[in-house]
C-alpha cells in the first residue's frame, strides 16, 4: 500500500501545469527597471489626469520607504523590481466591436483556457472583462449592462469616463501606504476593472475576469475596484492563469470593494497561476491585497476563494465592518503541492454593532507544500452584540508537508461573541477503506472524499465555477493518498 | 538594540560587566553560556512590541522605573510571617521551602532530611558540572530576551533533585516572598530535576509584602524529566499593585514521562507575564497544561504557552480560562509544533474567554504549526460573555442576577481547580476564587452562605 501511496504522489509532484502555454502575440512592453520614470511613462502611456499621476507618485515614494513585510511564515524570496518590466499590452490596441476583429491568436488562447469568448457569448449569463497582461482586451456584454446602468469596463477606461467615481473611491480601502506591494500596484498599476452597480439594481449576470500573464518578466499590477451602491448585488468572478516560465513573476494586485447601505457584493476567485515545476523553479508569486469596506448599514461582503496555483500565495481577503448591521464571509479553499506555499486567511474589523462574520478555511496540503492560516478577527468598542465564527481545517497528504495555523482574536468589547475553531487531519483511513470496500478506488476515494471536505467552500461559488472547481480540485491532487 | 528602558539596559550592562567576580566559582561552561545569553540580550535589548511575541504586551511602562538589583531584605521577621501565613494551605500535608527575593530563607522554611529528595540554594551547586550543564539546555535564548538577561545575571535560586525510582514523601510548596521599599529588580532561577521513573509534585506561591515599591521579577525555572519521570506543579500568582512578574517556564520531557501543571493568575499585580514552554522529546509522553486568568481593573495577564512535539506518540492537552472585567486586558498565545517524525501525536488546546467589562480586552492566538501528517490536532478559541439561558435558568429558580453570575463564574473556574489532583489544593485555590468575587459586587454572598 505505501509503495502504492508513494508512486501515486510522485505522479501528483510531477503533474503537469496545463496552462503553461505561452501566446505569442505582438507586445508593447516598457523597459525594464522601477523608477519614478516608469511611473510617469505608464501614465502617460494610459493618458491619465494629473492627479492620477500626482496619486501614483505618491504611492511609488511609499513604497520607496516602506521595507519588505518580514513576518510571513515563509522565507522571502529576494525580488529584483528593476529586472521586471511594469508595462505591457498587445500592440494592437484597438477597441473591437465585435468578436471577429480580436487577434486569432488571442482567442485561441482563451480558447485554450476553456474560456473562449465565442462560447461565453452563447453562454447565457456571463460577462468577461479580459485582462490580458495588464490590459483589458475586451468587454462582452457590454450593451446589456449599459441599458441597467451598469459600468463594467476596464479601469483605464473609468478614469477617463467617470473620473467622479474613480477619484472618489480608488484608494479608499486600501489606502497606498498599506502595505508595500499594494504601495508598488498603486503606482504601476497598468490596469484592471471597474465596476458600478447604480442604486437598487440586482446585476443580472455574473461578471467575471480572467487575467492572464502572458510576457515573461512581467510583473501584473492591476486594480481591481468595485461599488456597489445602495441597495445593489453583483457577483464577481475571477481567474488566473499564467505560461510557464523558469523565471518567477511576481503578481502584486488590489481589488478594493465598496458596499453601501444595503448593497452587496460577491467576490469569487479561482486561481489557478502557474506554481512552478516539480523541484520549485519558477511559478507565480501571488501577493495580492483584497479588501471590502461595508460602509453602509445591512451591507454585505462575500469572498469565496479556491487557490490551487502559484508558487506562492499571499493574501488576505478582508473585509471592513463599518455600517451597523453588515455582514462579511469568507470561504477558502487552498491546496498547495510539489514546493508551492500558501500564507492566506482573512481579516474582519467588526467596528459597527450588530455585525457578523463568518470563515470557513479548508487548507489542504501535499508534496512539499506549506499551507499556513493567518487570520484576524477584530472586535472593536463599539462592535455591540457582534459575532463571528471561524472555522479552519487542515488537511495533510504526505509526511513532508506542513499546515500552520495563526489566528489573532482581539475583542474590545464586553457583548461581542468569538469563536474560533481549527483542526489538522490526515483523511481517515476508515474513510478510504469504507469506500474502497464499495468498490471505489482509493485515487477516487481521496477526490471524493476532499471534495466533500470542500464542499461548505464550493458550494458558495457560482454554478459554472463550481463545476471547475471541482475538477481543478480533482486535477490537482490527482493520486494524492496520504 | 531598541530605546526601550535604556537606563535599566545601560544599568544591565554595568551590572554584567561587575558580575564576573561573584561568579568565581562557576563552571566553565556556565561562563561561557552567561556570555553568550548577554550577548544576545545586549544586541536587541528589551523586548518592544514590534517583536511578535510582545506585540501585544508593552513592557515599556514597566521598565521606566529606577530599579536596583541588589537590595538587601529589610523586612521584620514577623510582617514575613503574617505573609507567610496567608499563603497557608489548609490541610495539606507537605514541606515549605521559602524563598525571599530569590533567596531560600531555612528559617522560614520547613524542609526534609538530607537524603534522596535534595534541596539546596542553586548558587551552592553551580560549581559541579553535573548539575550546571543542565543550566540553559533547552532553553532557546535567542527568542527569549528576558530569559537570556536571566541566565546572564542571575545570582541564586533553589535547586531540587529527586533521585532516580524516588517517590517524594510528601509534595512540597514553595513560597516566593517578594518585598521592596525602593524599586527591585529580581531575577531568581530555579533548577528541577527528576531522575528516571521518579515521581514529584510542588506547588509555587507568590506573595509580596511590605513597601509600594515597583518590583520586576524576571524568574526562570527549568525542570527536567527523564524516562518515566511524573511532575505535577501547582502555581498561584498573586501580588500587589506595582509588581511585575515576568515568569518562564522550560519543561523538558524523556521518553514516557508525564507533567502537570495548574497555573492560576489572581488580580492586583500590574503585569503577569508567563511563558510556559513543554518540550516532549522522547515517545509516549505526555504534558497538562491549565490555567485561569482573572485580571482585574488596569491590569495585564499574560499567558504565553508552547508545546514542541519532538517525537512519535506523545499527547498535550492544554486548557487556559480568564475571566475579564472592568479595564482588564489579557492575553493568550498558545503554540503548538509537531515535527515532521512526531507521528501519532494527539495535540489539544483550548482558550475561553469570559468578558464582563467594558474597556476590557482580550488577545487570543491560539497557534498549530504541523510538519507530520498522522496527528491529530486541534485548538480553539472563544470570547463571549455569560450564557443567557444559563443565566435565566438560575434567576427562574429565586436566585439574583448578582449571585447568579457570581456563580456562573466560578463554574467557569471550576474548570481548572478541578484538575487538581489534590483536594486540599484544589479547596485553596477555590477559595481565593471565592475571596475574590469576580463579578465585583460587593454585596454578593459566596455560595457557602447560600
Known sequence: MSNENDILLEELANKEYEFGFVTDIDMEIAPLGLSEDTVRYISAKKGEPSWLLEWRLKAYQAFLKSPMPSWQNFVMPEIDFQSASYYAAPRQQAKYQSLDEVDPELLATFDKLGISLNEQKLLAGVAVDVIFDSVSVTTTYKKQLHDLGIIFCSLGEAVQEHPELVKKYLGSVVPVTDNTFAALNAGVFSDGSFVYIPKGVRCPMELSTYFRINAENNGQFERTLIIADEGSYVSYLEGCTAPKRDTNQLHAAVVELIALDNAEIKYSTVQNWYPGDKDGRGGIYNFVTKRGNCKGPHSKISWTQVETGSSITWKYPSVILQGDYSSGEFYSVAVTKGKQIADTGTKMHHIGKETKSRIISKGISAGEGQNSYRGLVQMGAKANNARNFTQCDSLLIGDQCGAHTFPYIESRNSSAMVEHEATTSKIGEDQLFYLNQRGIDTEKAVAL?????????????????????????????????? | MNNVGTALYEEMIRTFDMSGASHTKETASLAHLRKEAFRTFKEKGFPTIKDEDWRFTNMAPYLKDAYQLQVPVKVEATALEALLDSTAVEEWDAWKLVLVNGQIDYSLSDLPEAGLLKISSLKEVLGSEEVSKFIGLHQNTDANRLAALNTALFEDGLFIEVAKGQKAEKPLHIVHLYTADVPSFVQPRHLILLGRLSEFTFMESTACVGGEAP??????????????????????????????????????????????????????????????????????????????????????????????????????????????????????????????????????????????????????KPQLEIFADDVKCSHGSTIGQFNPESLFYLRARGIGEALAKELLVQAFGADITDRVSSDAVSRHLKKHLLERPVTQLQDVPHIEHI
Open chain 2, 215 to 364: 518590583v520586576l521579577v524576571n524568574g526562570v525555572l527549568e525542570c527536567n524529566l527523564e524516562e518515566g519521570a511524573n511532575l505535577t506543579h501547582y502555581v498561584l500568582q498573586r501580588g500587589r499593585r506595582g509588581e511585575r512578574m515576568v515568569q518562564h517556564t522550560q519543561v523538558y520531557q524523556a521518553r514516557d514521562s508525564r507533567y502537570d501543571n495548574v497555573t492560576i493568575s489572581l488580580p492586583e499585580t500590574d503585569l503577569i507575564r508567563n511563558q510556559l514552554q513543554v518540550a516532549l522529546d522522547g515517545s509516549g509522553s505526555e504534558c497538562h497544561l491549565y490555567g485561569l486568568y482573572l485580571p482585574s481593573a488596569g491590569q495585564l495577564i499574560d499567558n504565553h504557552t508552547v508545546v514542541d512535539h519532538l517525537q512519535p506518540h506523545c499527547e498535550s492537552n492544554e486548557l487556559y480560562k480568564g475571566v475579564l472585567q472592568n479595564s482588564a486586558k489579557a492575553v493568550f498565545n498558545g503554540k503548538i509544533f509537531v515535527r515532521q517524525i512526531a507521528q501519532k501525536t494527539n495535540a489539544f488546546q483550548q482558550n475561553n474567554n469570559l468578558l464582563l467589562g467594558d474597556k476590557a480586552l482580550v488577545h487570543s
Open chain 1, 449 to 482: 472524499i476532499i471534495n466533500g471536505y470542500a464542499k461548505e467552500v464550493l458550494n458558495q461559488l457560482p454554478m459554472e465555477f463550481a463545476v471547475e472547481a471541482q475538477k481543478l480540485l480533482s486535477i490537482t491532487l490527482e493520486g494524492s493518498v496520504g
